[in-house]
């Protein structure tokens, strides 16, 4: 069983980079640096050779979908089974390839008429990702998107994101893949969804958990809480505002529409109350609805 890892990079902090590549390059069977047009890629070249990386560069930022896509490209022609996805700042514990195998193990048993304990109705080929807890690094929390934790070691889940997300490369080839229209946000949330309806499983691995950072979040108070302020830029918040749009307009039927709506309410209001660049963020936020709304489906 043959693991990738695939790095998407854009201008990143090389330290963090390489802590990245340490912690995840020894569980894996290789590692592919996907550059997405970052403006100083000399630090391509050291790392490749330090960790003996595959590089893959693109001389413009053709957005997360795209570049995750050439990276599964890569390891589709090249054999591997499964590919862990992975941003530039995320890094791995040291049991997340470990913990998937073991799954992935537990799974083949069947083959062998030995007993299947885990998740007992859930064949391997229906496994399109296996994926940890994610923790994000600011405030501690787990991000459960939607699926509380309970006290198995794995656990059906609906949604997901791309990082540290590993990925059964067969389905990915027959879902088609990540949407390149997308660009970038709800490209892993869109996949998610496309995986489900298709019945395919996405299995959380409970033992495992990734801190993740989430750009230049903060916590601020509101009422009697804390809230997030994820302090986008103008940019981002174009497509955070086009693809929840997209999003609901496509898979209305298999998602919580209210609870898409209610995030699209508090993007907006976290930009009034907390971010500063008010009035550039909602002019941008204002014009992605208005791109969302127009978005042909096919």
Not at 46 to 58: E, M
Not at 135 to 164: N, P, R
Request: proline share 2%; charged share 30%.
């Amino acid at each position: 069983m043959k693991f990738l890892a695939i790095i998407i990079t854009y201008n990143p902090d090389v330290e963090r980079l390489t802590e990245n590549l340490k912690a995840i390059s020894c569980q894996t069977d290789k590692v592919v640096i996907v550059d997405n047009g970052s403006e100083d890629n000399s630090f391509l070249e050291r790392l490749s050779f330090v960790y003996n990386a595959d590089v893959i560069t693109n001389d413009k930022n053709k957005g997360i979908a795209y570049a995750l896509n050439q990276g599964m490209k890569y390891a589709y022609e090249n054999g591997y089974e499964w590919a862990i996805t992975l941003d530039e700042d995320s890094v791995c514990p040291d049991n997340i390839i470990s913990s998937a195998r073991k799954l992935i193990d537990e799974k083949l048993r069947k083959y062998n008429s030995l007993s299947v304990t885990c998740l007992p109705g859930c064949k391997l080929e229906d496994i399109a990702m296996i994926v940890p807890l994610i923790k994000e690094t600011a405030s501690g929390e787990l991000c459960e998107l939607g699926t509380a934790v309970d006290d198995e070691a794995y656990q059906e889940v609906k949604k997901c994101i791309t990082s540290a997300a590993i990925t059964n490369v067969r389905i990915w080839k027959k879902l088609r893949g990540f949407d390149n229209k997308l660009f970038i946000d709800y490209v892993d949330y869109d996949y998610a969804v496309r995986c489900i309806i298709n019945d395919y499983k996405i299995v959380r691995m409970n033992n495992v958990c990734l801190d993740h950072r989430i750009g230049k979040s903060e916590y601020k108070k509101f009422l009697w809480t804390k809230i997030r302020v994820a302090n986008h830029s103008p940019y981002r918040k174009y497509f955070i505002a086009r693809n929840i749009i997209i999003y609901i307009k496509r898979y209305a039927k298999h998602i919580s529409v209210f609870a898409e709506l209610l995030r699209l309410f508090k993007v907006m209001l976290l930009i009034v109350l907390y971010e500063d660049n008010k009035a550039v963020k909602l002019k941008a936020y204002f014009k992605g609805i208005r791109a969302g709304l127009k978005f042909k489906m096919l």
